[in-house]
């Protein structure tokens, strides 16, 4: 099994930055794609950004050019990188990772295996 933590959300004024982490433990030896997902109160879960074991990128029309993903293998980690936050940023976070190794912008939600438990951000004057 694996477990997905994530850490770094908060309370941050529109225009500011603020960098999320998702570390994996466990049985994290063959996890492929990962990514980032949001849900705002009221709306349906989105997905952000992802990103495949190779490092091949996706990411949002709403955040593209705002957002960069990465991630650390060898850490078992994968980061998001968010800048010039918006209100509608607002959201819980979630980091999902899968088995399989696929290219993140043909992968839908029901393809991640784990999920975390979320973390909140907030982006408020």
């Known amino acids: 099994q694996v477990q997905l933590v994530e850490s770094g959300g908060g309370l941050v004024q529109p225009g500011g930055s603020l960098r999320l982490a998702c570390a994996a433990s466990?049985?994290?030896?063959?996890?492929?794609?990962m990514a980032w997902y949001r849900q705002a109160p009221g709306k349906q879960r989105e997905m952000v950004a992802g990103?495949?074991?190779?490092?091949?990128?996706s990411y949002a029309d709403s955040v593209e050019g705002r957002f960069t993903i990465s991630r650390d293998n060898s850490k078992n980690t994968i980061y998001l990188q968010m800048d010039s936050l918006k209100p509608e940023d607002t959201a819980v976070y979630y980091c999902?990772?899968?088995?399989?190794?696929?290219?993140?912008?043909?992968?839908?939600?029901?393809?991640?295996?784990?999920w975390g438990q979320g973390t909140q951000v907030t982006v408020s004057s």
């Open positions: 466990g049985i994290t030896y063959s996890l492929g794609v």
């Open positions: 999902a990772a899968s088995h399989q190794r696929l290219a993140p912008s043909r992968s839908r939600a029901s393809v991640y295996d784990y």
């Open positions: 990103i495949g074991s190779g490092g091949l990128t």
